[in-house]
Structures are given as structure tokens and as C-alpha cells.
T-cell receptor, first 118, second 110 residues
Framework: ETGVTQSPTHLIKTRGQQVTLRCSSQ?????VSWYQQALGQGPQFIFQ???????GRGNFPPRFSGLQFPNYSSELNVNALELDDSALYLC?????????????????FGQGTRLTVV | GEDVEQSLFLSVREGDSSVINCTYT??????LYWYKQEPGAGLQLLTY?????DMKQDQRLTVLLNKKDKHLSLRIADTQTGDSAIYFC??????????FGSGTKLNVKP
């Protein structure tokens, strides 16, 4: 058990709709990252939030947006869904800004939300 | 950008050792990780190694890092059928971002 929880676990949406995915980070962690894992591929970095601000973004269009809340939980929003957005969306929780070598450097992933766009 | 490569498949017999290999490109990566993913599940952290180490052992798992060649390997001793899964190698940069390989599917035959 990692302490990182994502909701919902599965979701089916129609092309053109909007979706919000949620992530509760591990207690004590201040950084949340989101990843998209298409079928048969490794996870791809979408963006990261640190202390409620976006702190880095991968190669994803602006219709992918996010939020981080004061309790460090996070949301991923995707507008104008496309068929290719069908994937497993993973959230990762970590603690940034600490010396290397400590156990705190571990990053934990949630179980993911499987989004299907039809 | 960062590029992490892994072989796609590995098949071993139960009780044998498995070695999964990975190459990466970013020499400034601070940590390198191995994650396990079972069908329909998220990523399970197996182990990680700090870039100034060349070996780390954790029970049945041994990680070897050759920083000069940017090569990382994961050895699983006494492989069991429950080890069948996809294994991802990942490098983590100084901004906490992970770059994953495409994963190696390990098949353990009884």
C-alpha cells in the first residue's frame, strides 16, 4: 500500500466531453505528478505540481490542466476528449526539496484511473 | 529529451535468475528506479539506486549501475511465477520528473 489514492478507478467518456481525475498524495509529500500510460507503453510525464503551482510540463496540449490543493491533493482535467486520450492515468506523490539519500526520496504511484474515450 | 530503453520481453523458468536491462541517456539523473506493473494495476516501486552507487541488493533483487555506459540492470534471484509482470526502468531528474522505458514483460514458466 502506497498511501496514494486515485479516483475513480475506471471511467468511460464520449469524445468531446471533459473529465476530472483526482489524486490524494501520501501524507507528508508536497509534490504530485501526473502521467499518461497508453496501452503497451511506459508512462509519459504530463505535468507536476509543487506547493500548488505547476512546476514542469511534458509534451501535452493545454487542454490537459491541473490543480493542487493546500492539502497537496490534486486534480487532472482534460477538456475536449479525443479517442487517443484513452489510457491509464497515474498520479505520483513525492517529497521535493530534501537532501538526497533519504528514504523520503521514494516516489509512490497510485493505482491509476483507466479512462476510455468512445 | 531523456530516452530510456529496455528490451521488450524476457522468458525464464521458475527458480532461474532473471536479468532485465535498461539504458538511459541523462547523465545528470540523480536516481534510477525499477517499478513492477501487474495486469490492470498501477506501478509498484521495487527498488532504486542513487547515481553515486554501483550496486544495491535488496533480498532477491540486485541492481547494478554502470554510470559510464549509462546501463542499469535488475537481477531477480530464484524467479517465481508471481514475478511475472512488466518491469519499468525509470530515471528521475533533479526536478522529480520520471522518464520511463517502454517496459520489459517478464514471463516465468513453471
Amino acid at each position: 500500500e502506497t498511501g496514494v489514492t486515485q479516483s475513480p478507478t475506471h471511467l468511460i467518456k464520449t469524445r468531446g466531453q471533459q473529465v476530472t481525475l483526482r489524486c490524494s498524495s501520501q501524507s507528508g509529500h508536497n509534490t504530485v505528478s501526473w502521467y499518461q500510460q497508453a496501452l503497451g507503453q511506459g508512462p509519459q510525464f504530463i505535468f507536476q505540481y509543487y506547493r500548488e503551482e505547476e512546476n514542469g510540463r511534458g509534451n501535452f496540449p493545454p487542454r490537459f490542466s491541473g490543480l493542487q490543493f493546500p492539502n497537496y491533493s490534486s486534480e487532472l482535467n482534460v477538456n475536449a476528449l479525443e479517442l487517443d486520450d484513452s489510457a491509464l492515468y497515474l498520479c505520483a506523490s513525492s517529497l521535493a526539496g530534501i537532501p538526497p539519500g533519504r528514504r523520503d526520496t521514494e516516489a509512490f504511484f497510485g493505482q491509476g484511473t483507466r479512462l476510455t474515450v468512445v | 529529451g531523456e530516452d530510456v530503453e529496455q528490451s521488450l520481453f524476457l522468458s525464464v523458468r521458475e527458480g532461474d535468475s532473471s536479468v532485465i536491462n535498461c539504458t538511459y541517456t541523462d547523465s545528470s539523473s540523480t536516481y534510477l528506479y525499477w517499478y513492477k506493473q501487474e495486469p490492470g494495476a498501477g506501478l509498484q516501486l521495487l527498488t532504486y539506486i542513487f547515481s553515486n552507487m554501483d550496486m544495491k541488493q535488496d533480498q532477491r533483487l540486485t541492481v547494478l549501475l554502470n554510470k559510464k555506459d549509462k546501463h542499469l540492470s535488475l537481477r531477480i534471484a530464484d524467479t517465481q511465477t508471481g514475478d511475472s509482470a512488466i518491469y519499468f526502468c525509470a530515471e528521475r531528474d533533479n526536478f522529480n520528473k520520471f522518464y520511463f522505458g517502454s517496459g520489459t514483460k517478464l514471463n516465468v514458466k513453471p
